[in-house]
């Protein structure tokens, strides 16, 4: 998918992958991950990217898996991958949120806070593109769609050079 003309680019540090985003946007890249948030923080799309050994690759769908991701989700869907040249899934449901902070019998009483998620993995040769969009606040479709146009943006290196 072509961006709009206006929107930044940011390449990872070995070059395994590019993406375009929206200049609005706030941009934090860690060693391991990169995190995009939208003005006023209603979610995050993290991504991180894995390399398999040449003899180790394995199925896209076996490198999603959201019970890993979230251990208290609901209402997990497949979703239609994204319009990429790359092999690509997509998943949405929902996670518990909790109150960590709280003692354990005023949780009891409360009851149980669930926001929305979807998750990418984006696969090309030995690379692994692993992307995932949490909200913070009520569902806000909008957002989500904007995270899928970002990555639909994405391009992944046909021989990725050795990583950082």
């Not at 239609?80 to 040249?85: A, I, M």
């Not at 354990?104 to 926001?115: Q, Y």
């Not at 994405?154 to 990725?160: F, H, I, S, T, Y």
Request: aromatic content about 10%; proline content about 10%.
């Amino acid at each position: 998918m072509k961006a709009p003309s206006h929107w930044k680019r940011f390449s990872s540090p070995a070059n395994w992958y590019s993406l375009r985003y929206p200049p609005e946007w706030q941009l934090e890249d860690t060693e391991s991950a990169l995190r995009l948030a939208p003005p006023g923080a209603q979610g995050a799309l993290m991504l991180h990217c894995v390399r398999s050994p040449p003899d180790k690759s394995h199925e896209v769908s076996q490198a999603l898996d959201p019970t890993v991701l979230f251990p208290k989700c609901r209402g997990v869907r497949k979703l239609r991958p994204l319009e990429l040249p790359y092999e690509s899934l997509c998943l949405e449901g929902e996670r518990e949120v909790g109150d960590e902070g709280q003692a354990w019998w005023k949780r009891l009483w409360k009851g149980a806070h669930w926001t929305r998620w979807r998750a990418w993995c984006i696969s090309h040769g030995e690379i692994h593109l692993m992307a995932i969009w949490v909200e913070t606040e009520g569902p806000d479709p909008e957002m989500a769609t904007l995270a899928a146009m970002i990555l639909n943006t994405v391009e992944l290196a046909d021989e990725p050079a050795d990583g950082p």
